[in-house]
């Protein structure tokens, strides 16, 4: 038997083509590419989920005027019409997480990985 673990758009023409089988997404939900298959989750491996994201950062010091136009601009530009069609092609699947949602994000992901590495004792060499 062979397995990849990989990120959809890697995956998809070979997925579409009939030479891979999706067995499982490890999102937390399950995506609109591939509704057929269950999340890691679904599959009896709770707790388990790996997202790729794709952010945007400022520095620290930047106005919060100044954010809030930038992070309005990006929301709106992800949504557009013309542009989501593109993303999706491409196994994006674009949402607008900001301000202290984004930084939860940031922080569980610091902390679930944080545990995985203290877990398997892994060191830096």
């Known amino acids: 038997m062979t397995a990849v673990f990989a990120g959809f ?4 023409e070979l997925i579409a ?5 999706a067995l499982a997404v490890a999102a937390r ?6 509704p057929e298959a269950p ?34 601009w990006f929301a709106t530009a992800v949504q557009a019409p013309e ?9 994006l699947f674009p949402i607008a997480k900001c301000g202290a949602d984004f930084a939860n994000l940031l922080r569980k ?3 679930d990985y944080g545990r995985v590495i203290r877990d ?3 060191k830096r060499e």
């Open 39 to 72: 999340t890691v989750a679904e599959a009896g491996y709770e707790d388990r989920e790996v997202e790729n994201w794709f952010g945007l950062f400022a520095p620290a010091k930047t106005p919060k005027e100044t954010v809030s136009q930038l992070s309005e």
């Open 109 to 111: 992901q610091y902390d």
């Open 83 to 91: 542009l989501r069609p593109k993303l999706l092609a491409q196994g």
């Open 9 to 12: 758009p890697n995956v998809a």
């Open 17 to 21: 083509a009939g030479k891979f089988r």
């Open 29 to 34: 939900a399950r995506t609109e590419s591939l």
């Open 120 to 122: 398997l004792k892994v």
